[in-house]
């Protein structure tokens, strides 16, 4: 018996509608079973086509034509080029051409590290793709600020941009969103280091349901800028990096702390002149919101700050205060007094040359749900010294004496 028959002999494309037909395909989990959905017969194969809503594909712009024919209601289009291809450009701009023409419901387009890309391949874009939500064109380093206006003048409605290390960006790409998306969220852009207090200012004055903004390594921002930001963006803002933002500082942080009290994640690591007063206020103030917080070569915060931390953010479950040798065991004494046990997943202290073995043993006493525990180049803590001590971690806890607890560990990354 065929397989598109029933039992009673009847073809099943004979008895089902095309749409009975996506109502099964909508039923299978899988992308394979999905596949396999459209090699039974070229009906199906159009039906499993026109209803596919996202696709990643590597082509040129024969390719391009067919793969438009084929998923007209493609939403979704990833063209990104692997790092590990940096000899090879990727998109170009006469594929960029045909994707504006092609798929012209597209909602999101990812663009990372294709070196071929030019501010003409980006004015198309603009031109023709007015739906687009979402736009992703880290590590395109041809691009300047007169492609991504054309973007920010003609897809009104976007909610992401994404433009790291995109370094021929300036302020003026900043003052563009202002005007014209007023919808943005999110933004990254790390290592545009031409972005300076006037542009965060301006893209504070103009999109303000900012939730996420990540400008780190942008060492031409300061307090100015981040604490403009923080008050127009108060009731939306969940997550700022400021990574080696070095000209950040206190006043950039009471700023959020009297502001933000929705933030979950702030990165702060390199910001050298941030202070155990800020941080306490910023504990205080977020400590019902507050997740993770990367601070890092913060050399003078001390064991005050993240007694504070922890005592206060219930909720809290990344900390990284790698480098920050002014802490010791004192910053985690008397942690179960009341009997709190704290939901802390991920505690990064390399360096911290004064914690002993006995802050250690504090850490695993009270963070009963500790998967991740950094504690490399900590002269005191030692694989041996905590088995001579008979500590004893959590099952599902990773500990790194020595070894590579990588930064780019997708388990570490998720937390900030």
Known sequence: MSVASSRSGALINDVLTDDELRAVLARLGPEAERDVFGLVCRRWLRI????????????????????????PGILELDLSQSPSRSFYPGVIDDDLDVVAGGFRNLRVLALQNCKGVTDVGMVKIGDRLPSLQSLDVSQCRKLSDKGLKAVALGC????????????????????????????????????????????IIGLADGCRKMKSLDISKCNKVGDPGVCKFAEVSSSSLVALKLLDCNKVGDKSIHALANFCHHLETLVIGGCRDVTDESIEALALACCSNLKSLRMDWCLKITDSSLRSLLSKCKLLVAIDVGCCDQITDAAFQDMDASGFQSELRLLKMSSCVRLTVAGVRNVIESCKALEHLDVRSCPHVTRQSCEQAGLQFPDRCKVNFEGSLSESDPSVDIFF
Do not use: Y
Request: aromatic share 2%; glycine share 8%.
């Open 156 to 199: 009104k409605n976007m909610r992401q941009m994404v433009i790291t290390g995109c370094r021929l960006i300036t302020d003026k790409l900043l003052i563009a969103l202002s005007k014209s998306c007023l919808h943005l969220e999110n933004l990254g852009a790390a290592g545009c280091n031409n972005i300076t207090d006037s542009g």
């Open 48 to 71: 499993q086509s026109s209803d596919r809503w996202r696709l990643r594909a590597r082509a040129g712009p024969d390719m391009l034509r067919r793969l438009a024919a084929r998923f």
